[in-house]
């Protein structure tokens, strides 16, 4: 357990400064250099060539951590044979970017930002794959320094052109200059600290891959989809059309550095935990699954009740520099968005469980219905509602996998040893929000978030549930 603290801290560290660094610029910078369009333009270009580039994942990446992790004497077999599959994928993806773009219709501007970024991301798409050695490994700290390297190099060099009146084109130039330094880093460590690099094509581990990978790799897409899809339908249903995109873009980047959470822990380090459980230590599996729901509890709930509770106060602290109007527009999606961002500390774990467990068919399934269920709520609801309506349906959206993934994995797989810490959770935060209603016209949020978290904190511990170990 103390390697999965350990690693946790590795990638939470590395992660916090990335996330800070694109808060810094993505949050405070640009808002004040560039107008509402033109960072909208920038959101939609984002959105989309992520999307996209999630076709060269093809859902290789657990199942590829999950075999090395299990066959580590094989390393640079499974990665080297990922690694050729993954590339003809990129090509085939950054061509669909632009082809998407411009069959869309958008303008030369963002069509450019898709070129940059897209190529951006298929830099990052292989690294990711050398970055799997890290974690089937357990050793994310050379994830952690490859984090700080890139989201370092973005954050001096892209706030630096801002500050001297360089356009968002620019900025996009910069991150795919630190995607490649990334790259380049992720080689080496591999190379010098696990593994050589030369490799034998084999027709076996590959077919072992795609049988892992392909059944996730419509769920990812899926889960991608409803993910980053409300970004492109708010440019073209919205009635305010891609400003739009910046009031949700906005709270949206807010909420999303808050997921390094669940992300540092669950799918880094309890994912490996979690696989080798399942298929080698069954025994265990209840009290790791346990465990990683505690502390997804524990984390997202007061994060979802805080933010809901002061979306207005953030909104005014972050962007006083906006008129009245957009502070409010941002602060509407802020509200919702901030629920679903504590409900994915908790759909976290549903995903990597059933990620962890092969439970493919169930996946995708889960990830096609709540595709479909997004795509359905923000058709309806972004027309009349515009970025509030896009953030309504991830709401529901959460808490629909919320709901099955939960019951299936305790029908299914396995059931939680305890639930106690649930019911004190919810407590506290229920305490907690009323605590910040009554106080937050009176006491400035930056000192109103400091004692909430005091307040929280002390009333977990006083309940018994700061656990750090497994029972």
């Not at 799997?132 to 973005?154: D, N, P, Q, S, W």
């Not at 549903?350 to 493919?360: G, S």
Request: hydrophobic share 55%; net charge positive.
């Amino acid at each position: 357990m103390n390697r999965i603290i350990r690693n946790t801290s590795s990638l939470l560290s590395a992660h916090i400064i990335g996330r800070f660094a694109s808060l810094v610029i993505t949050v405070w910078l640009m808002p004040r250099f560039f107008t509402e369009n033109a960072q909208g333009g920038y959101f939609v270009a984002i959105a989309l060539t992520n999307l996209i580039a999630s076709l060269t994942e093809l859902g290789m990446q657990n199942p590829l951590i999950r075999e090395m992790t299990l066959h580590r004497e094989q390393t640079r077999h499974y990665l080297g044979n990922a690694l050729l599959v993954r590339l003809g994928l990129s090509v085939i993806a950054y061509g669909l970017m632009i082809v998407v773009g411009i069959s869309l219709g958008y303008s030369s501007i963002i069509l450019m930002m898709i070129a940059y970024l897209g190529l951006a991301e298929i830099v990052n798409s292989i690294a990711q794959l050398y970055r799997c050695v890290f974690r089937a490994h357990e050793e994310m700290k050379y994830e952690g320094l490859t984090v700080i390297v890139e989201r370092g190099i973005f954050f001096l060099v892209g706030a630096a052109l801002i500050l001297r009146g360089y356009d968002l084109l620019n900025v996009c130039q910069v991150l795919l200059i630190a995607s490649g330094v990334n790259l380049f880093m992720s080689v080496g460590f591999t190379r010098y600290r696990f593994t050589p690099l030369r490799f034998e094509p084999s027709r076996k581990i590959v077919t072992v891959l795609m049988q892992q990978a392909l059944p996730f790799a419509i769920g990812n897409l899926f889960n991608l989809i409803y993910f980053r899809v409300d970004a492109i339908m708010l440019s073209k249903l919205s009635p305010y059309g891609v400003d739009a995109n910046t009031w949700y873009g906005l709270p949206y980047t807010i909420v999303n550095a808050f997921t390094i959470i669940p992300g540092a822990f669950m799918m880094g380090a309890m994912f490996p935990v979690l696989s080798r459980a399942y298929e080698q230590e069954r025994d265990k599996l209840a009290d790791t699954y346990t465990f990683g729901v505690r502390w997804m509890t524990i984390t997202g709930v007061p994060l979802a009740v805080g933010l809901a509770t002061l979306s207005h106060e953030i909104a005014i602290l972050l962007f006083a520099t906006k008129s009245l109007n957009t502070i409010e527009k941002i602060a509407s999606a802020l509200q919702w968005l901030g629920i679903s961002g504590g409900m994915i500390f908790l759909t976290s774990v549903v995903l990597t469980v059933l990620r962890a467990a092969d439970k493919r068919r169930a996946f995708s399934i889960l990830m096609g219905t709540t595709a479909l269920l997004n795509i359905l709520l923000n058709v309806y609801l972004i027309p009349r509602y515009s970025h509030v309506g896009a953030a309504v349906a991830m709401v529901v959206s959460e808490a629909y996998v919320l709901i099955i993934g939960f019951s299936y994995i305790s029908k299914y797989i396995t059931k939680l040893t305890t639930t106690s810490f649930i019911f004190k959770t919810i407590v506290i935060s229920a305490f907690m929000g009323i605590v910040l209603v009554l106080l937050k016209g009176i006491i400035s949020v930056l000192i109103l978030i400091p004692l909430a978290v005091l307040f929280y904190g002390g009333g977990i511990y006083l309940l018994g549930e700061f656990q750090t170990e497994l029972e």
